[in-house]
């Protein structure tokens, strides 16, 4: 029995979990843009960067460290070098020619066949402005990396937030044409009868037909175009294709979020704009820049030891008893001092500073340009408001219109024609009212992100 109740359990928990894959993934709005911030493509690159950045300043600590490095050779002499020496350089020794030395020049091997040496060598940075600058630039570039993140999140967001609301606003205008649909086959049944038993003309009827045509095209556009929408806002999240999600906020709820006039009133910190942060560190950088330069006319030292040991026979035989190693052992110092390059780090100087310049100059334009931007942002949110509240007014008269002309036509007081006018007139109307539905709320967040608020 125990048995029978576990297995049953289970089979049910697999149906679930089946139920939950078949309906797909569901995201609220703000769980969209959460999800696309940690699985978003671009952004987990941009978090890479950030690491390697990280990694590349411990790599320029590293040149100041102290190295050690280590070489072995082994040669082997095919033609031993010779040099010729003259006579007199023998006379007296064991074996030299009888006489007196005349100068003639006798060849003389100065090589032995086989030479093997092993060294090890150390070397430590002592002073160079150039490193010092370096770690500098290294740290200045893990904030820019950093900046860019945050910056590209924010796009990310913008972006995910847009086709979020596309999505709905083709979901809303498919949900109208399948209403329409309904009520146009109802209206065709009815005509075709009507048409049948003699009391409407043929072109009434295929009036209404042409119609239903249109709808069903318009319905396979809307249903293509949802599902390219769908597509382009997984692949911006970060899910896979073939996965199926479901959005689960509405453009009701959305609007009632968006309808905040207290935003109007809001100002925006310039020092934490994202695009100033960067211009910023982008300064910063600029400015190390010219002082690594500036570095160039001043000396840098190193410290060095060397020790070596050399083999040499006509044997190979370095470890043979006996034989001997010849050590050689050097400690020194290095000073590199620039003198004369025909002006060539003037020149990196004047680029350097007028590069700074420059960067000064693009601060000013990109703080005037946040500024025009939330006056253009604030406005755009204003006015798409006031095209919603008048385009809702217009959808609804020609609801109202369409309405009547229904009941009309039913009693035959007006023709298929006006019938078709006047629906085309709500269809476009309905469009309307959901594109500026779309332009209001994409105007919200656009305006949000200018605040620094997604």
Not at 282 to 287: I, R, S, V, Y
Not at 293 to 312: E, H, M, T, W
Request: glycine share 4%; charged share 25%; hydrophobic share 40%.
């Amino acid at each position: 029995m125990k048995r029978t109740i576990l297995l049953i359990w289970f089979l049910a928990l697999i149906i679930v979990v089946k139920g939950q894959d078949i309906k797909g993934k569901q995201f609220s709005m703000k769980e969209a843009i959460s999800f696309a911030v940690k699985n978003n493509y671009t952004l987990i690159n941009s978090q890479k960067d950030i690491e390697i950045s990280k990694k590349k300043v411990k790599e320029i600590i590293t040149i100041g460290l102290p190295q050690l490095s280590g070489e072995a050779s082994f040669n082997d002499f095919l033609k031993i070098p010779v040099m010729q020496l003259p006579d007199f350089f023998f006379a007296g020794m064991p074996g030299a020619l009888e006489g007196a030395p005349t100068g003639a020049l006798i060849p003389v091997k100065i090589q032995q066949k086989y030479s093997i040496s092993g060294s090890l060598t150390a070397s430590q940075l002592i002073f160079d402005g150039s490193y010092l600058v370096g770690i500098q630039a290294a740290k200045v570039y893990v904030q820019i990396s950093e900046k860019l993140l945050q910056k590209n999140e924010l796009d990310i967001k913008l972006t995910v937030g847009q086709t979020y609301i596309m999505a709905l606003v083709i979901d809303e205008n498919i949900k109208i044409i399948d209403k329409s649909l309904e009520n146009i086959t109802k209206i065709l049944t009815e005509t075709s009868i009507i048409e049948q038993n003699g009391f409407l003309e043929e072109t009434d009827v295929d009036q209404i037909k042409l119609l239903k045509i249109n709808l069903e095209n318009t319905k396979n556009k809307l249903n293509r175009q949802k599902e390219s929408t769908l597509s382009l806002l997984k692949f911006i999240m970060g899910v896979n294709i073939e996965e199926t999600i479901i959005l689960n906020d509405n453009l009701n709820s959305l609007l009632l979020e968006a309808n905040n006039q207290e935003i109007l009133n809001k100002t925006v910190d310039v020092k934490n704009n994202f695009d100033m942060q960067i211009i910023s560190t982008q300064e910063a950088a600029n400015k190390l820049s010219l002082k690594n330069n500036r570095f160039g006319y001043v000396p840098s030292l190193f410290a060095f030891y060397s020790y070596q040991k050399d083999f040499k026979g006509d044997k190979i035989n370095p470890f043979a008893k006996g034989v001997e190693w010849f050590p050689t052992s050097v400690l020194g110092l290095t000073l590199k001092i620039p003198l004369i390059d025909c002006g060539t780090k003037h020149f990196k100087i004047q680029q350097s500073k007028l590069e700074l310049e420059k960067t000064k100059v693009l601060e000013k334009q990109v703080e005037e340009s946040i500024k025009m931007e939330l006056i253009n942002a604030k406005s755009n949110y204003l006015s798409s408001f006031e095209t919603l509240k008048n385009e809702q007014s217009n959808m609804e008269l020609s609801k109202k219109i369409y309405d009547k002309t229904i009941i009309k036509y039913k009693n035959g007081t007006v023709s298929s024609m006006d019938l078709t006018q006047n629906h085309n007139q709500y269809l476009n109307n309905q469009a309307n009212y959901y594109n500026s539905m779309l332009e209001y709320l994409v105007a919200k967040i656009k305006l949000d992100k200018i605040l620094n608020q997604l």
